[in-house]
């Protein structure tokens, strides 16, 4: 009962704190969260100004250019076309001159033949805009591609007196001039110098004017491939050129107090990662601590039963004698002989305790000599013969003769006293144990036959382990302290050996040790480890 409480106890405890941890992860989660959030919100503050400030740039160049291409290329070509002087030659950024009669719709070139898709769209184009033209305007520019390419017109409406539309006379432009006028607009400055340390335009954003089909009129170089890029378009009355900015990545810095944010996803992702691991690893640290208590639990419950059992026997044996309760000498010898069997019981099982506590801290030493292995075998029998016969069972040997091995004896002997003392308990009543021992190839091997149920495969290797058993020897409640094959196993290897357990020829199990003949091997481990 109070076992039971113990782990009840124990239960509760491990339930809350995997909840603390669980809990702690989600915050941590929500956290992690959150600030993702506000870092998101964060970048996309400053991306919002900084394609802004683009936006600002490309409205600024904008003015300045229209500003520039009135100046250097709109004055001066209406000039000539206006007042034209005797044998004077047209500027260069003129292709051609044009008068369109709104009243009869002829268009009159001169200067140049342009194609007649061209002065097919001039023509019709002319004489819709010209009816919205604004009388305050000096001139407006019109853009269009009716060929795939831009052509730019530039053009004045001349007025009959009752204020409607007369004619529309201007120039075609040619576009190899364009980037002259546009790119005196470039040399303002267009961002803030405070901002900048008043470097050139061109080291902090690049600048490209497009025309009607998209093609490049203008462009800076080096051209930019930032997120951070804006358009903007000239007036109507300038053609609706687009303008598209594109900031340097590298200037953020000093449009931005502290920088462009950089995203914290990945620093997030790898705290919660590892929060995630922590808790992860603290809840198996958790079960497993759980299950040692258990397993010490049961162990203690387990060893205690054992020592009562043969303590009770011999106590009441001995108070038998003691008294003189006996009738006869064959019940007298009977009384000895189970004093013997249960003093050598508490014997085996406090010898594998201490053995499974030493190997437990590290602190197995073999005491290795030259053995006559055939003698240690007919030893542990003729001592091990009385335990099996309480069962009823049979103990027979297979062993070769002139057997010598370097083996620790006690190690020994107390493998092979855990190995029948398996056989015993896990077989049935009645049963035949056999006994076996051969060389093979500088190897000593010994094995012991059971005619029990056997052992499972996937469970061949769960055996050897401390405090392990098969679910059907807990069903079954088979007494034992679950330590006897690990000490098996550890002493196997103390002596640089392997065991194993696989089916018996005749069925049930068989339980192989596999010890080299000389201790060279043992003795190189052991230094190694010390």
Known sequence: MKHHLQRESQGARARFVVFVLLVTLVLAGILAYEAQKAARSHRAAATSALRDHAAFVAWQFADHAQSKFDHKIVTPGL???????????????????????????????????????????????????????DPEWDHAVVAGAPEGATHLLVYVVEFERAGTPAAARGFGVELREVPEA????????????????????????????????????????????????SREYLSDQHGHLAVEVALRAEIVDALIIGGLPRSRLPVLAG???????????????????????????EFVSNVSHELRTPLAQIRMFAETLLLGRVRSDSERDRGLRIIDQEARRLSHLVGNILLFSRAERNGMRLNVETTELPLQVAEVLDAFRPLAAAREVEVIADVAADIVA???????????????????KYGPEGQEVSVGLQRTDGLVRLWVDDQGPGVP???????????????????????????GLSVVRALTLQHGGRVWVEAAPGGGARFVVELPETASAVMNGQRDGE
């Open 79 to 133: 000039l000539h076309v206006l007042s034209p002087a005797e044998g004077k030659t047209p500027p260069g950024f003129i292709r051609y001159t044009f008068r369109l009669d709104l009243n009869r719709g002829e268009l009159a070139v001169r200067g140049g033949e342009p194609p007649a898709t061209v002065m097919d769209w001039a023509r019709d184009t002319l004489a819709v805009l010209s009816r919205s033209f």
């Open 182 to 229: 546009f790119g005196y607009a470039f040399e303002y400055p267009l961002l803030p110098p405070s901002l900048t340390g008043g470097g050139d335009n061109s080291d902090y954003l690049s600048v490209r004017v497009l025309g009607a089909a998209d093609d490049v009129l203008y462009q800076t170089e080096p051209q930019y491939r930032s997120e951070f890029t």
């Open 271 to 297: 705290l919660l990662l590892l929060a995630a691991g922590l808790v992860a690893a603290a809840i198996y640290l958790l079960r497993r601590e759980v299950e040692l208590a258990r397993m010490r639990a």
């Open 406 to 424: 370097e083996v620790d004896r006690s190690a020994f002997r107390q493998i092979l006293l855990n190995l029948l003392d398996n056989a015993v």
């Open 457 to 483: 495969r996937e469970d061949r290797d769960k055996v050897f382990r401390a405090f392990s058993r098969l679910d059907r020897e807990r069903e079954n409640a088979v007494a034992g302290t679950g330590i």
